[in-house]
């Protein structure tokens, strides 16, 4: 199997890449959740199913109401 260039660089920058991605978790900004149901009806129409995954959007981080 061939080995590609990219992952032979990638190696030696595994140290400096593991520190970096430390450092993002320890610094990142962590918004709450906002207050409210998580479900409900708006509007008129047919019912509408919608399914969010593994996106903060999900779970409306970041929005004021």
Do not use: F, Y
Request: charge should be positive; proline fraction near 11%; avoid cysteine.
């Amino acid at each position: 199997m061939p080995v590609a260039v990219d992952q032979i660089v990638r190696l030696p920058l595994l140290p400096l890449l593991a520190a970096q991605a430390l450092m993002v978790r320890q610094r990142a900004l962590r918004l709450p959740e906002p207050s409210g149901p998580r479900e409900g009806r708006q509007g008129r129409g047919p019912r509408l199913r919608l399914l969010i995954v593994g996106d903060s959007s999900a779970a409306g981080v970041g929005a004021g109401t």
